[in-house]
T-cell receptor
Framework: AQKITQTQPGMFVQEKEAVTLDCTYD???????LFWYKQPSSGEMIFLIY??????QNATEGRYSLNFQKARKSANLVISASQLGDSAMYFC??????????????FGTGTRLTIIP | KAGVTQTPRYLIKTRGQQVTLSCSPI?????VSWYQQTPGQGLQFLFE???????NKGNFPGRFSGRQFSNSRSEMNVSTLELGDSALYLC?????????????FGEGSRLTVL
């Protein structure tokens, strides 16, 4: 079974500062993918970044980067130069990678990030 | 490119009724999956459809069912509604074989059961 743990229920960060959202995971699958999603108050889940378990480099997407430490089973999201629009719920998720199509995503409980002007 | 469209966005039902939610995936996406989000249980996987076939199913009772049409549009149905079914129901679409597995979510259908 897969499990995602997000230990920070809420965070307050000053605008323009960098922020790290923690995520640890547990799985026995050798091949898996890790995701971060942002959910604003509208409800839509917005894909931010992806890291494959065999990827050698940490994933980056604009201001988002994923600090992937496979041995420690952690996949922290780093947001650089935070903006007011970054205020939202952030979910870490993972899924097994198989040849049979899209396995289900297992989500963490989320971190509510609030950016302070 | 249009995103994932879910209808209705909001609805209110009473216990015992049934409800049908609709999801139109992004054009060209053949996989549609459904998730339930509640404050208590978080985000939980319901089921996933590809080419009109259910490929994966979560741990939900048989009252929760779904289907997918030839144009990839999907519906989910909940029969004999219970208070605990109040939730945000999210639909996501993706392309088969896309290893990154990037799922594109809709804005959800918020169901309230009274």
């Amino acid at each position: 079974a897969q499990k995602i743990t997000q230990t920070q229920p809420g965070m307050f960060v000053q605008e323009k500062e960098a922020v790290t959202l923690d995520c640890t995971y547990d799985t026995s699958d050798p091949s898996y993918g890790l995701f971060w999603y942002k959910q604003p108050s509208s409800g839509e889940m917005i894909f931010l970044i992806y890291q494959g378990s065999y990827d050698q480099q940490n994933a980056t997407e604009g201001r988002y980067s994923l600090n992937f430490q496979k041995a420690r089973k952690s996949a922290n999201l780093v947001i650089s130069a935070s903006q007011l629009g970054d205020s939202a719920m952030y979910f870490c998720a993972m899924r097994r990678i198989s040849n049979f199509g899209n396995e289900k995503l297992t989500f963490g409980t989320g971190t509510r990030l609030t950016i302070i002007p | 490119k249009a995103g994932v469209t879910q209808t209705p966005r909001y609805l209110i039902k009473t216990r015992g009724q049934q409800v049908t939610l609709s999801c139109s995936p992004i054009s060209g996406h053949r996989s549609v999956s459904w998730y339930q989000q509640t404050p208590g249980q978080g985000l939980q996987f319901l089921f996933e459809y590809f080419s009109e076939t259910q490929r994966n199913k979560g741990n939900f009772p048989g009252r929760f069912s779904g289907r997918q049409f030839s144009n990839s549009r999907s519906e989910m149905n909940v029969s004999t509604l219970e208070l605990g079914d109040s939730a945000l129901y999210l639909c996501a679409s993706s392309q088969k074989g896309l290893e990154s597995g990037e799922l594109f979510f809709g804005e959800g259908s918020r169901l309230t059961v009274l």
